[in-house]
């Protein structure tokens, strides 16, 4: 196993791009591209990270993905710089592969990033959602959310025991955007969900707001309840439903 660092800005699949000139082979290697450095995974391919192998982008450096990154089996993508996720392109976690975006880091998905069978997304630092893309998490996908923020533009999609955390972390529903909660969504320790667009907890969904956090449904928002909604009222005095559910 080696620990393979980008050389320059280039396609993944391009030696030149890699120091030694070695393209990394993410079932043994680990992978980092470095701060200043574009790397760009290309159109119809895809890279497949398993077995504990570790992928970090680093401060000032940026992973493009074009074609698909599937993380899997306790392979780790580490965000210290950003991710950009084209139209068309995807990023896939499951069975308990994991993806941190540390403070600072940003994620934007225009294409669909998507969580299932025990995968773990940590968002410490920006994702945005734009219009027509997907962030799904399903059975067992969980996301975390902590002193981060993640902002849907386009549909946030969460069924089949998909879980949110918003530990002093914030989601927002943008005008145009749509969440679908039939998963777990729970709000704490100042988290807080703001809703400009439409979010709708179907039959199956959960959403709580306990221990000072916020949810807020602005005047142009939509707040559908099919299925369970709880706060508490005196621990979270901030607590807004400024449309009719």
Same mark, same amino acid.
């Given at each position: 196993?080696?620990?393979?660092?980008?050389? *320059?800005?280039?396609?993944? $699949?391009?030696?030149?791009?890699?120091? /030694? #000139?070695?393209?990394?082979?993410?079932?043994?290697?680990?992978?980092?591209?470095?701060?200043?450095?574009?790397?760009?995974?290309?159109?119809?391919?895809?890279?497949?990270?398993?077995?504990? *192998? %570790?992928?970090?982008?680093? %401060? $000032?450096?940026?992973?493009?993905?074009? #074609?698909?990154?599937? +993380?899997?089996?306790?392979? @780790?993508?580490?965000?210290?710089?950003?991710?950009? =996720?084209?139209? !068309?392109?995807?990023? @896939?976690?499951?069975?308990?592969?994991?993806?941190? =975006?540390?403070? #600072?880091?940003?994620?934007?998905?225009?294409?669909?990033?998507?969580?299932?069978?025990?995968?773990?997304?940590?968002?410490?630092?920006?994702?945005? +959602?734009?219009?027509?893309?997907?962030?799904?998490?399903?059975?067992?996908?969980?996301?975390?959310?902590?002193?981060? %923020?993640?902002?849907?533009? !386009?549909?946030?999609?969460?069924?089949?025991?998909?879980?949110?955390?918003?530990?002093?972390?914030?989601?927002?529903?943008?005008?145009? !955007?749509?969440? %679908?909660? !039939?998963?777990?969504? *729970?709000?704490?320790?100042?988290? &807080?969900?703001?809703?400009?667009?439409?979010?709708?907890?179907?039959?199956?969904?959960? =959403?709580?707001?306990?221990? &000072? &956090?916020?949810?807020?449904?602005?005047?142009?928002?939509?707040?559908?309840?099919? /299925?369970?909604?709880?706060?508490?009222?005196?621990?979270?005095?901030?607590?807004?439903?400024?449309?009719?559910?």
């Amino acid at each position: 196993m080696a620990t393979i660092t980008s050389a *320059q800005t280039g396609w993944w $699949g391009d030696p030149a791009t890699w120091v /030694g #000139g070695v393209v990394p082979d993410m079932s043994v290697d680990d992978a980092v591209v470095a701060g200043g450095h574009a790397v760009l995974i290309e159109p119809e391919s895809y890279i497949v990270l398993v077995d504990g *192998q %570790n992928l970090t982008v680093e %401060n $000032g450096g940026v992973l493009v993905v074009i #074609g698909g990154l599937e +993380v899997f089996y306790y392979g @780790s993508l580490f965000l210290d710089g950003d991710l950009i =996720i084209v139209s !068309g392109g995807y990023v @896939s976690l499951y069975y308990d592969g994991s993806a941190d =975006i540390n403070s #600072g880091a940003v994620v934007t998905v225009d294409g669909s990033f998507d969580l299932y069978y025990y995968a773990y997304l940590n968002v410490y630092g920006e994702v945005t +959602v734009d219009s027509d893309a997907y962030l799904t998490a399903y059975y067992d996908g969980y996301i975390y959310v902590s002193g981060g %923020n993640v902002t849907v533009h !386009g549909y946030l999609d969460m069924d089949d025991y998909g879980y949110m955390d918003l530990d002093g972390g914030t989601l927002t529903v943008e005008s145009g !955007g749509v969440a %679908n909660i !039939g998963g777990y969504v *729970q709000c704490y320790y100042y988290g &807080s969900i703001y809703i400009y667009g439409e979010l709708t907890v179907t039959s199956s969904g959960y =959403i709580e707001a306990v221990y &000072s &956090s916020e949810i807020s449904c602005e005047s142009s928002g939509l707040l559908t309840v099919d /299925g369970y909604c709880h706060w508490v009222a005196t621990d979270c005095p901030l607590v807004a439903f400024r449309h009719a559910l």
